[in-house]
C-alpha cells in the first residue's frame, strides 16, 4: 500500500501544487505569496472537509496503512525500562504478539500487543500479526504474572485475526481464545484495552476482555472482515466497502452503540502522521484510565467486570412467538 | 487475507451435507404418520422414524448421530417431566438494522417454532438438579447474537446463585454476523458469566455438538471442567475452506473432528449418543457435594 490513500488525492494534489508555487517563487523570483496564501487556506479547508467527513471504508483503509504505528511503536513513545518476555511454557514463542514489563509514568505495569510487521520479512516472521494458539497463551502467562506482581495489565489490540491455519487448530485455537476470555474475566488487576489498527473478531477479543475498551479514531473492531462479510451478504467481496458501512466497526460507531467505553481523537490524516503526538493522547486516556481503576477494591474490579460485560446485547424479552400465540 | 469466520464455517459445511434427515417440529412429529422412513445419510440405509427414534436417532447401521432438535435433546437428557424452561420469550433485535435480519429471525421462527437458537431452563438428570444450555442449530444456524448470549448468562447466574451443575450442548456455526461487534462480545459476556461458576467452585459440563465452530468453540464451548463431545462432530475456529486457501494444502477428512480433538488433547472423551446420559450421571454423582 501506498502512503496516500485513495481519499487524500484532492489534499495532496493541493500540497503539490503550493509546493509548487513556492518552488518557482525561489528560482523565478517572483512573488506569488498572496496566491499561496489563498491555496493555503483552501488547503486546510479541504483537510478539515475530508477528514472530517471519512467514511468507514476511508478508515479502514487508515486502520490497515502500511505506516500505522504499531504496538511496538507506541510501547517506545509510552513507556520506559520496557523488557519484552518471550514464550508461552508450552510449545513456543510467537511473534504475532508482544509482551513484556515496563513502566508507565513511574509505574509498573505489564504491556501487551498484536505486533503486524513493517516490511516483507519482519511481516513473514510476525505472521502479519495473525497469532497462534502460543501468542494468546504466552499473553496470558503475561497476564497471571501481572496479577501476581499487583500491576495493571495493558493490551494493545491489531490484528486481522487469529491464523487460520492447520498447526494453529491442531494446537488448540479455540481453547487458546476461550481460555483467555475466561482468566481476562478473573484477573485481579486493571486491565486498559486499546485497539490500534484493526480489531478482528476472537483475535482480537482475546486481549480485549478488559475494564475499559477504547479506540482510536481510525481504528476497527468486528466480528468478520468488511471483505468476508460482502463476500457472505452479496457473494462479492468487492462490496467490502458497502459491509464496512453496514457492520458498524469504526470507532464513532461502535463509540455510539455504547460497545466501547472511549474514543482516542487521531491526528489529523491519521495517526502515522505523528506518532509523538498521537501517543501524547493515548498516554492521557491511559493515566485517566489507571488513576480510576486503581483506586477500586482488585475484588470489586472483577465484579465489576462481570456487570460491564453482563450488560452487552439488544434484545426484546416480552414479544416471543410462544406468548403471542 | 480474508477471514472467513462465524457463519460461513457453517455455511460451507450445510452446504456440502445437505442430507440431512429432516427433524420435524414438534407439531410436525405428531402429524407424521406411523412407518415414515428416513435414509441414513451416510450409509444410505432405509429406517423407519419410529426405530430411529428408539436408537435415539442414531443409525443402527452405521452410528451415524442425526442432527437433533433442541427438544429432542432435552426429551434424552432430562428425566422425563423435569423440565422448566427460562427466557422462552425473549427475540433478537436487530441493532444494526442490517439488510433483512429482521425477516429471517421472523421465518425461522416461524419454521422451527423457536423464538432463538438456544433453549435454556432447569431440570434432572438421574434425580439430580441441573441448569441446562442446548443450542438448535435450526435456527439462524444455531449463531450466537444477543440472544443467545443473555440467555446463557442468565441460566448460568442462576446456577451460581441456586449452586447447581450447569451443562451445555453446544451447536453452532460460530458468532451471528448480523449483530456485529454486538455478537463478538456475546465470546466475552459468555465467558465472564463462566468465571461466576469457575470462582464459586460450581461444575460446568461442555458438550459440542456436530457443528461447533468459530466464536462459540473459541468461547463458552471450549471452557467446561469437563469438555465432551459426540462422535465425528465438527469442531474448529477456522472453517476449512478458508484454512486450506490459508495454507495452500488439503487437509485430511478427519480433520476438526471429535476424534481428530481428542488426538490433539482438547477433549476429555467423545461420548456416544447412548451413553450421554450415563456419563453425565456419573460426572454429577463424583460432583455431589453434600
Ligand atoms: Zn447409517
Not at chain 2, 442490517?98 to 432447569?122: H, I, M, Q, W
Not at chain 2, 438421574?126 to 438448535?136: K, P
Not at chain 2, 451443575?165 to 466475552?188: D, K, N
Not at chain 2, 459468555?190 to 455438538?209: D, R, V, W
Request: proline share 4%; charged share 30%; with cysteine.
Amino acid at each position: 500500500m501506498s502512503e496516500q490513500l485513495p481519499f487524500e488525492k484532492p489534499i495532496i494534489e493541493l500540497r503539490n501544487k503550493i509546493s509548487e508555487l513556492k518552488t518557482f517563487t525561489r528560482e523565478k523570483d517572483i512573488d506569488l505569496s498572496d496566491e499561496i496564501k489563498k491555496l493555503e487556506v483552501r488547503l486546510e479547508q479541504l483537510e478539515e472537509d475530508i477528514y472530517g467527513n471519512m467514511t468507514a471504508w476511508d478508515r479502514v483503509q487508515l486502520a490497515r496503512h502500511s505506516k500505522r504505528p504499531t504496538t511496538l511503536d507506541y510501547i517506545e513513545h509510552l513507556f520506559t525500562n520496557f523488557m519484552e518476555l518471550h514464550g508461552d511454557r508450552f510449545y513456543g514463542d510467537d511473534a504475532a504478539i508482544v509482551g513484556g514489563i515496563a513502566k508507565f509514568e513511574g509505574e509498573p505495569v505489564t504491556v501487551i500487543g498484536h505486533q503486524r510487521g513493517k516490511g516483507t520479512k519482519d511481516n513473514l516472521k510476525r505472521n502479519f500479526g495473525m497469532p497462534h494458539p502460543e501468542g494468546f497463551r504466552k499473553a496470558l502467562r503475561l497476564m497471571k504474572q501481572a496479577e501476581k506482581f499487583n500491576r495493571p495489565v495493558i493490551c494493545f489490540i491489531d490484528t486481522k485475526g487469529a491464523y487460520p491455519g492447520k498447526s494453529a487448530e491442531e494446537r488448540g485455537q479455540s481453547e487458546a481464545i476461550a481460555k483467555n476470555l475466561i482468566e481476562m474475566a478473573g484477573l485481579r488487576v486493571p486491565i486498559v484495552c486499546i485497539v490500534i489498527g484493526e480489531g478482528g473478531s476472537g483475535g482480537a477479543l482475546a486481549l480485549g476482555v478488559g475494564d475499559r475498551i477504547c479506540m482510536l479514531e481510525n481504528s476497527t473492531y468486528s466480528v468478520i472482515s468488511p471483505e468476508g462479510a460482502a463476500a457472505l451478504l452479496w457473494k462479492d467481496a468487492g462490496q467490502a466497502k458497502r459491509a464496512a458501512e453496514t457492520m458498524k466497526i469504526t470507532a464513532p460507531d461502535l463509540k455510539e452503540l455504547e460497545l466501547i467505553d472511549e474514543m482516542i481523537p487521531e491526528i489529523r490524516g491519521g495517526a502515522h502522521r505523528n506518532l509523538e503526538a498521537q501517543s501524547g493522547y493515548i498516554r492521557q486516556t491511559l493515566k485517566s484510565a489507571l488513576l480510576e481503576l486503581n483506586k477500586i477494591d482488585r475484588n470489586d474490579l472483577v465484579e465489576k467486570r462481570y456487570e460491564k460485560f453482563n450488560k452487552i446485547g439488544e434484545f426484546d424479552d416480552e414479544n416471543g412467538l410462544i406468548a403471542k400465540e | 487475507m480474508r477471514l472467513l469466520w462465524g457463519e460461513t464455517v457453517i455455511r460451507d459445511l450445510f452446504t456440502k451435507k445437505k442430507k440431512y434427515a429432516t427433524i420435524p417440529s414438534e407439531q410436525a412429529k405428531q402429524e407424521v404418520p406411523e412407518g415414515l422412513m428416513t435414509k441414513c445419510p451416510q450409509c444410505k440405509s432405509i429406517i423407519y422414524f419410529k426405530e430411529l427414534k428408539k436408537t435415539l436417532l442414531v443409525c443402527d447401521h452405521c452410528e451415524y448421530h442425526h442432527r437433533l432438535s433442541s427438544t429432542e435433546r432435552i426429551e434424552m437428557t432430562l428425566d422425563e417431566g423435569s423440565f422448566q424452561e427460562f427466557d422462552k420469550n425473549m427475540v433478537a433485535k436487530d441493532p444494526l438494522n442490517f439488510p433483512d435480519y429482521k425477516e429471517k429471525s421472523a421465518l425461522d421462527r416461524k419454521n422451527t417454532g423457536l423464538n432463538e437458537a438456544v433453549v435454556t431452563g432447569s431440570g434432572t438428570i438421574s434425580g439430580m438438579e441441573v441448569i441446562i444450555g442446548v443450542m438448535d442449530p435450526r435456527f439462524r444456524m444455531g449463531s450466537m447474537g444477543s440472544v443467545v448470549g443473555e440467555k446463557m448468562c442468565r441460566a448460568i447466574k442462576i446456577a451460581a446463585d441456586e449452586r447447581k451443575p450447569f451443562i451445555m450442548f453446544a451447536a453452532s456455526g460460530g458468532a451471528r454476523m448480523q449483530e456485529g461487534v454486538f455478537s463478538l462480545m456475546q465470546m466475552a459476556k459468555t465467558s465472564t458469566a463462566l468465571n461466576l461458576l469457575h470462582e464459586k467452585g460450581i461444575l460446568f459440563i461442555s458438550i459440542m455438538t456436530h457443528p461447533t465452530t468459530g466464536g462459540v468453540s473459541a468461547s463458552f464451548a471450549s471452557l467446561g471442567d469437563i469438555n465432551l463431545a459426540e462422535p465425528k462432530a465438527l469442531i474448529g475456529f477456522a472453517g476449512r475452506r478458508i484454512i486450506e486457501q490459508t495454507i495452500r494444502q488439503k487437509l485430511p477428512d478427519d480433520f476438526q473432528t471429535s476424534e481428530f480433538l481428542l488426538d490433539h488433547g482438547q477433549l476429555d472423551q467423545v461420548v456416544p449418543r447412548k451413553n450421554m446420559k450415563s456419563t453425565l450421571t456419573n460426572i454429577l454423582e463424583i460432583h455431589q457435594t453434600s
